[in-house]
Structure formats: C-alpha cells, structure tokens
C-alpha cells in the first residue's frame, strides 16, 4: 500500500518504521526542515517537507491508499484530515489526544484513534513508584490500558511467547526513550515496558496471566 503519514512525531516514527519492515510504499510529510532531513538520511523514505495544511503540499500524496494524521495537535490533525478528505483521499486516519475531540472527527467522517500513549506518559511521569504492573486510566468505556514492566522470566523471549487471553493486545513497547510497535517475532528485552490493550471485563485475568508465566 501507499501510506502517507503527517507528523514525524514519536507515534508517526514508529508506524513509519513498522510499515517500512512490512514492505509498503511509505512517505513522510514533516514541515520542519533539519527533522525531515535527518528522517530521510535515517530511514531512506521520500520525506515531503512542507506545511501539510497547505493544499499544494497534500496534492503531492493525493494517491495515497491511507493518509495518517500523526502530528502531536489536534487542531492540525483535523485540519489535515479535512483537507484530504476533500481531495478524495481514500482513508484517513487521526490521532487525537483531547477526547472531547473525537465528536469533531466523526462528524467529517474521520477514523480518529485517541493518542492513549499522551495519556499513558502523563500519568507514569507522576507516579512516584514503579510495580511491575499497573493499570493506565484512559477515557473509554470498554478498554483500558496496563504497563507490564519486563523482569528476568520474560528476558529474551519473543512476544509471541507470551500467552494473553482473548480481548487483549500487546500494542507496543517502551525501550528507553524509544516506542516500537512490535510483530509477533519482536524480541523483548529485561526492562522493556509493555503497554497492553485489554477489554476491562479481562484485566484481572490478563494480570493473573501474566503472573502465572
């Protein structure tokens, strides 16, 4: 596929990156200069730099199978996802980080995904301790979000090896300063932070799950 991503914000960078190892036709759009250039030389991708708010910048991923709205405001996000729209992109996608937003989205038709990861770093820069495991309030009604912190049984292992019962996602992994968005064979490493996707009615058994490993 054609993938256009706006924004070479963290969330932007690591779907880049995933969907580069996946083999699609990725391109870039990031407006300032010295941060598009040094994604180019890093990750050898057409890297348009450019206001994509602007029309004229837009027109250049018109084709596009998936535009991907990925910068860290939502007011950009929307002018973005609007404008592609517009232009007939076929599928837009928004993050978002204000759940009051998410109305303005579905009212143009957007796909948007709240930025859970914005909520997630918010909430684990003020806690002042750090269990291995620990719930992540984020605002939906059916979801909510653990931090699995890796200890040494799971050292090494690939994700695939370990075992979540059904409604639950590993969606990516905290390695330092960096976030991956993982495959099946993604080796995790001691220290690693799984963040995990978990319908509430599960969380207890995905944390007794992962006890139990």
Known sequence: MYIAIVGASKIGMALAKQLIKDRHDVVIIEKDEEKAEK??????????????TESEILAEVQKADVLVAATSNDATNFMVASLAKQMGIKRILALYTNPQHKELFSKIGIESI????????????????????RKIPI????????????ENKFD???LKDIELPEDSWIMAIERGNELILPSYNTVI?????????????????????????
């Open 114 to 133: 709240i930025n859970f990861y914005e909520i997630a770093a918010n909430y684990i820069k003020n806690l002042i301790y750090n269990p291995i495991v």
């Open 39 to 52: 994604i180019a030389s890093m990750l050898d991708i057409k890297v348009i730099i450019g206001d994509a």
């Open 189 to 213: 490493n001691r220290g690693d932070k799984l963040l995990i996707l978990v319908n509430k009615e599960r969380a207890d058994k995905v944390l007794e799950k992962l006890e139990k490993q």
């Open 139 to 150: 605002i939906t009604d059916k979801f909510e979000l653990l931090e699995f912190k890796v």
């Open 156 to 158: 090494k292992k690939k």
